[in-house]
């Protein structure tokens, strides 16, 4: 998903703050949340992976500075509890930044790990639909999109996890639905989605996309590496995660 980038601005006195945050032109008004502990407001603004490099700047009362994510992680050191987590997440960008531009990519090392746990499974059947397929979306948030074709799914319950949803009907395309689970955040890349259409059940996971990618021939190379560095980022994450438990 995006990374979320904070500046942390003394504001005295203020009961609350707005600032204009501004990336690649354009601007953005972010309400900050004060932090009684620290005692000074909280600006937090997503940057995609793909942007790491890219330079944000903020602008608050008469406070004006600029900083991105690439800056935070190269002035982390190594003795930091975070700093493992931090380099698997700067790899991931910029194996994103390279796949994103569409620039050559050299293959990095292959993973030696067995991702079959991760497999995509659809069992089940329901007359007239046809589950089309799933896939990643990484761009930007991290998403995981299921492709429905049907006539109509007006009367077909669908859920994730239990908790029915409403398929989106494709734009321009009859006959085409998605169904989406967004904002997976890096410590549950390999957290399993169960998704029913009807008679259908379907689990996925942000993984099963890099077992599916790998598991065959990859011709695009920034593809192989951009998923090989999100399970890794996935491993790191893990790791950090429930060791601060």
Do not use: H
């Amino acid at each position: 998903g995006d990374i979320g980038l904070n500046f942390y601005v003394d504001l005295d006195d203020a009961e609350e703050a707005t600032a204009t945050i501004t990336m690649k032109g354009e601007s953005t008004t972010v309400v900050g949340v004060y932090q009684e502990a620290l005692n000074c407001w909280k600006f937090t603004y997503g940057v995609a992976p793909k942007d790491y490099q890219e330079i944000v700047s903020i602008s608050v009362a008469d406070v004006v500075a600029e900083y991105s994510v690439a800056a935070y992680a190269n002035a982390l050191p190594e003795d930091n509890a975070a700093y493992p987590i931090v380099a698997a997440l700067m790899e991931y960008c910029e194996a994103a930044r390279v796949y994103f531009a569409n620039e050559e990519a050299t293959a990095t090392e292959d993973l030696t790990a067995d991702l079959s746990e991760y497999e995509a499974t659809i069992e089940g059947e329901e007359e007239n639909i046809t589950i089309a397929g799933a896939t990643l979306v990484l761009e930007s948030k991290t998403r995981i999109n299921v492709y429905v074709t049907a006539e109509s799914l007006e009367d077909v319950v669908c859920t994730v996890d239990g908790e029915a949803v409403t398929p989106v009907a494709l734009e321009g395309q009859d006959g085409q639905y998605v169904i989406s689970i967004s904002g997976i955040v890096a410590k549950d890349l390999d957290n399993t989605y169960t998704i029913t259409i009807g008679g259908y059940t379907i689990t996925y996971c942000a993984l099963s996309y890099v077992e599916e990618t790998l598991s065959g021939t990859v011709e695009n190379v920034a593809l192989a590496n951009l998923v090989k560095a999100l399970y890794s980022l996935s491993v790191e994450a893990e790791l950090y995660f429930n060791a601060a438990e």
